[in-house]
């Protein structure tokens, strides 16, 4: 059914989960899904209560879609920023103005999971040094609108894993101690990872971003997981097909 307050941008399912992607419309209200969460949002600035509150609202559709039976406890805020999943699942949020992302998957499919939604444009500050190792710089594609494009994906792709791996090793991680490797026999759209730190050695990480366009503007959204190294499953299985296959 068709939402009077947002409209569906995109959706796919993860193993044990959703992500998903909506555009808010004009007249969007703050549609609240605990009394707690708006009570927090009431201490922020109007502006970001309404982001925190959609990017509430998101996970906890995102939430239902994984298998989690209503009524839900209250998503607060870890320290760290994290929303503070239920008992047994994963979930992570993202926001780009009126569209925001966020994913849900039960915890025994991932041990981390990260979603990121980035604006496809070129930035008016050259951040590829920053962002890039010296192998993904070396990858980047000639043509100026590809390479643009390499960039800000792969800006996507180490936000999502950033927000995967923070809650399981508790510190900052640079954007040099994460390498997207693209794993081509798969599909061009999912990764791998290949940590470069080596707290972050004993986990897998596959990431896959998708283009989504909404309103006429073109946004690139980035979901990671991560699971322990030794968890003996393939990582392609991670990411569903239409037909909810692995
Ligand atoms: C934390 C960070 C990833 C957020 O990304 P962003 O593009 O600024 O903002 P987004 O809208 O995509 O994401 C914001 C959401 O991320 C989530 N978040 C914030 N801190 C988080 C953390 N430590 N761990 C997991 N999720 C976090 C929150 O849900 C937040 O939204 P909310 O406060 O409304 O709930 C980013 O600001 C950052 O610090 N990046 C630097 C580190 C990095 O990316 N390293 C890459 C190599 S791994």
């Not at 569906?8 to 007249?27: E, T, Y």
């Not at 992302?101 to 604006?119: K, P, S, Y």
Request: one cysteine or more; aromatic letters at 8%.
């Amino acid at each position: 059914m068709q939402s009077i307050y947002y409209t569906d941008v995109f959706s796919a399912p993860l193993r044990g989960g959703m992500v998903r992607v909506i555009c808010q419309k004009k007249d969007w209200e703050p549609q609240v899904a605990h009394p707690d969460e708006l009570i927090f949002a009431q201490s922020l600035v109007p502006r970001r209560a309404r982001e925190w509150l959609a990017g509430r609202f998101v996970a906890h559709l995102v939430l239902e879609d994984a298998g989690l039976a209503q009524p839900h406890l209250p998503m607060m805020a870890h320290t760290s920023g994290a929303p503070v999943a239920p008992y047994g699942y994963g979930v992570s949020i993202s926001h780009k103005g009126h569209v925001i992302a966020a994913c849900a998957a039960r915890m025994e499919a991932h041990q981390g999971i990260g979603v990121d939604i980035e604006l496809v444009r070129h930035s008016r500050v050259p951040i590829e040094r920053r962002i890039l190792t010296p192998n993904e710089l070396a990858r980047l594609p000639e043509d100026p609108d590809a390479r643009m494009r390499a960039i800000v994906t792969a800006f996507s792709l180490k936000e999502a894993a950033y927000k995967a791996l923070n809650p399981l090793v508790h510190r900052y991680i640079g954007f040099q101690e994460v390498e997207v490797v693209l794993k081509w026999l798969l599909s061009d759209q999912h990764v791998i990872f290949e940590p470069k730190a080596k707290d972050l050695e004993p986990l897998k990480l596959y990431g896959r971003y998708d283009t989504v366009v909404a309103d006429g503007v073109t946004y690139v959204v980035s979901v990671v997981h991560a699971e322990p190294f030794n968890s003996g499953r393939m990582g392609q299985g991670w990411m569903l097909d239409e037909q909810g296959q692995a």
